[in-house]
């Protein structure tokens, strides 16, 4: 039976950032994800985590300037430094929340740009190497450029090539079903192939990255091939609601257990 971790940056939006985590747990997970935690001091969320029992799966060192646009510094070549001390940030994090799973963005970059894939691969030794001395994976995520025009790392085999070549002991990859789909297809075989390398799992509903609950992909399939491949980690549940976190939970009943947290959290 897979382990869901939820999005909370996609899930559970309708209540405050540090409230989402009380609210995943009343819904029956036992594990939480997000892009990123930086607006909020690492005790805080800690304490989130603590007293609703939940594992953090994975969060994203930091990207840049966000806002502004940026996805990411690693492919940037003039941006070292700040991968750097943005390593140093996630790290403090990743203590106080015993997270053991980092993802570094790419950035916006040219894939056939020299100094940028020199860039990215020194950033991804540099990080991979600060988190192995913390027994903490690295992460690297293939992203479609339907969702995100210009990505550095927009191709499977590019980030598998990557992975095997680098040969770090704890670089692997976040194989987001959704981006691979859209980018591939195929999903099943590489799953197959991929998992001695795959150190996250995140899905949604393709096209319209809403539930996993139908459309081109047959989610109830995956799951039990994820057993049958004897995947221990977890899926981070990386999809936007239809209309409605907890209604539109039904996909998952059978492998959550609402009401395990915290009892009468739910208004009404
Ligand atoms: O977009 C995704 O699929 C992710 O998992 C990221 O962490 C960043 O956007
Ligand atoms: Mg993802």
């Not at 869901?4 to 209540?15: K, R, S």
């Not at 969060?59 to 070292?80: K, V, Y």
């Given at each position: 039976m897979p382990a869901?971790?939820?999005?909370?940056?996609?899930?559970?939006?309708?209540?405050a950032f540090l409230d989402r985590f009380d609210a995943a747990a009343e819904a029956g997970f036992t594990a939480v994800e997000y892009l990123f935690p930086y607006d909020h001091p690492p005790e805080a969320i800690a304490a989130r985590l603590?007293?609703?029992?939940?594992?953090?799966?994975?969060?994203?060192?930091?990207?840049?300037?966000?806002?502004?646009?940026?996805?990411?510094?690693?492919?940037?070549?003039?941006?070292?430094?700040?991968?750097?001390?943005?390593?140093?940030?996630?790290?403090?994090?990743a203590g106080a929340t015993g997270c053991t799973r980092l993802h570094l963005m790419a950035g916006l970059a040219d894939r056939a740009d020299p100094a940028a894939r020199a860039s990215y691969v020194r950033a991804v030794e540099h990080a991979a190497g600060r988190l192995a001395e913390k027994g903490i994976d690295l992460l690297?995520?293939?992203?479609?450029?339907?969702?995100?025009?210009?990505?550095?790392?927009?191709?499977?085999?590019?980030?598998e090539t990557l992975i095997a070549t680098?040969?770090?002991?704890n670089l692997r990859l976040q194989f987001d079903v959704y981006h691979r789909q859209i980018l591939h297809g195929d999903v099943t075989?590489?799953?197959?192939?991929?998992?001695?390398?795959?150190g996250h799992i995140q899905i949604a509903g393709v096209p319209s990255r809403h539930e996993p609950d139908g459309e081109e992909l047959n989610y109830p399939f995956l799951f039990a091939e994820l057993d049958r491949l004897g995947y221990a980690g977890f899926v981070g549940c990386e999809y936007r609601?239809?209309?409605g976190t907890v209604e539109g939970l039904g996909w998952g009943l059978g492998w959550l257990t609402p009401g395990l947290g915290r009892a009468g959290f739910f208004p009404g």
């Open positions: 869901f971790a939820a999005n909370l940056t996609m899930m559970f939006t309708e209540w603590e007293r609703n029992r939940l594992t953090q799966a994975l969060f994203n060192l930091p990207p840049g300037d966000w806002a502004a646009g940026e996805r990411g510094l690693a492919a940037l070549p003039d941006r070292f430094d700040a991968v750097r001390a943005g390593v140093e940030r996630a790290l403090d994090y690297l995520e293939p992203i479609n450029g339907r969702d995100m025009p210009g990505y550095f790392l927009n191709d499977f085999a590019e980030a680098l040969g770090l002991a075989m590489a799953l197959r192939r991929l998992m001695p390398m795959i609601p239809r209309a």
